[in-house]
């Protein structure tokens, strides 16, 4: 389905997501029109879903980032799930296998904050367990 020259664009929009055309012609020595053409496909067929910005958090007072294991009762997975993914303060929410049910990133602005958003998580129906673990640095985005 993918040939070299789809990989290639893949890879080029993982390292800079807003990769012109022109760029991406000239990476793959193909037209702009035919780089457009291939970006356009990734698109329609679901491969490339969206652009995002990767934002350094601790540049916006966020000093404190973690990677949260919740663990639910089984009847309450999916209604927890909702109420946490209507929540500011997590970037990111996935449902997993393996030692925990969900996995949130978290965002605070100290260990305080932190703290007060565990707590909320806790008081929420059905939630049975909160592990946090502290990001120290990100190695790969």
Request: positive net charge.
């Amino acid at each position: 389905m993918l040939d070299e020259k789809d990989w290639k664009i893949i890879n080029l929009l993982l390292k800079n997501g807003r990769a012109t055309y022109t760029e991406i012609a000239k990476e793959l020595d193909l037209t702009e029109a035919a780089a457009r053409k291939r970006v356009k496909r990734l698109e329609n067929l679901g491969i490339i879903r969206g652009y995002r910005a990767i934002i350094d958090w601790k540049k916006l007072g966020y000093n404190i980032i973690s990677l949260t294991g919740i663990d639910t009762e089984p009847d309450a997975l999916f209604e927890v799930a909702k109420k946490l993914a209507e929540k500011s303060w997590i970037v990111s929410l996935a449902l997993t296998t393996g030692d925990h049910m969900l996995m949130a990133e978290i965002i605070a602005r100290d260990n305080r904050e932190l703290m007060r958003i565990l707590d909320e998580i806790s008081k929420i129906r059905g939630v049975k367990k909160i592990c946090p673990a502290i990001v120290l640095d990100v190695l790969k985005q």
